[in-house]
T-cell receptor, first 113, second 119 residues
Framework: QKEVEQNSGPLSVPEGAIASLNCTYS??????FFWYRQYSGKSPELIMS????GDKEDGRFTAQLNKASQYVSLLIRDSQPSDSATYLC?????????????FGKGTKLSVKP | GAVVSQHPSWVICKSGTSVKIECRSL??????MFWYRQFPKKSLMLMAT?????????EQGVEKDKFLINHASLTLSTLTVTSAHPEDSSFYIC???????????????FGEGSRLTVL
């Protein structure tokens, strides 16, 4: 069974610090990887997507992918209280298998002012 | 990103009644939409894949006769929870796949979600 594992947290960091969120997945055939942010009572919002090994940066967010280790992470620099949310890691196959994403249970991040 | 709209955002109903949730893609045509369910403090679980003009594909353990999905147009998919019971109370979220130059990127864009409470 395909699985995506995340630490549930909560992960607490002070404002301005770097928050590091981690995710591992079981299916070696996975090709697409996503990080979603979900505020309480709201639907998920896409933060980052990454498809190849290495780092991908977008503003304060950096996604890192290591397919050999089946590991994907999200770094949030200069964390803000508004970043406090649950972050969902999602893993999928090729673009052709659109939408068949497997979600982790999410890591709750709390950024303290 | 793509805009997906869902309605209603919340609904309360009596046990035994049916509830319909609509999911619309506002700025693009979605041949495929996906319905997820999320219980409190749990992960998103894919319920079914909604295909325009054909029958939906249900995930294992999801009752197709209870969760009726209709995808009659390229911009609208509906989920009807029939004979709802308290255990069906959950957060239902629809989504559509993102495309770039006609190729699916694998990204999902989510509607706002519909919180169903069955009394």
């Amino acid at each position: 069974q395909k699985e995506v594992e995340q630490n549930s947290g909560p992960l607490s960091v002070p404002e301005g610090a770097i928050a590091s969120l981690n995710c591992t997945y079981s299916d070696r055939g996975s090709q697409s990887f996503f990080w979603y942010r979900q505020y309480s009572g709201k639907s998920p919002e896409l933060i980052m997507s990454i498809y190849s090994n290495g780092d991908k940066e977008d503003g304060r967010f950096t996604a890192q992918l290591n397919k050999a280790s089946q590991y994907v992470s999200l770094l949030i620099r200069d964390s803000q209280p508004s970043d406090s949310a649950t972050y969902l890691c999602a893993v999928g196959g090729y673009g052709g298998s659109q939408g068949n994403l497997i979600f982790g249970k999410g890591t709750k991040l709390s950024v303290k002012p | 990103g793509a805009v997906v709209s869902q309605h209603p955002s919340w609904v309360i109903c009596k046990s035994g009644t049916s509830v319909k949730i609509e999911c619309r893609s506002l700025d693009f045509q979605a041949t495929t939409m996906f319905w997820y369910r999320q219980f409190p403090k749990k992960s998103l679980m894919l319920m079914a894949t909604s295909n325009e003009g054909s029958k939906a594909t249900y995930e294992q353990g999801v009752e197709k006769d209870k969760f009726l999905i209709n995808h009659a147009s390229l911009t609208l998919s509906t989920l009807t929870v029939t004979s709802a019971h308290p255990e069906d109370s959950s957060f239902y979220i629809c989504s559509a796949a993102g495309f770039l130059a006609g190729v699916a990127t694998g990204e999902l864009f989510f509607g706002e979600g519909s919180r169903l409470t069955v009394l």
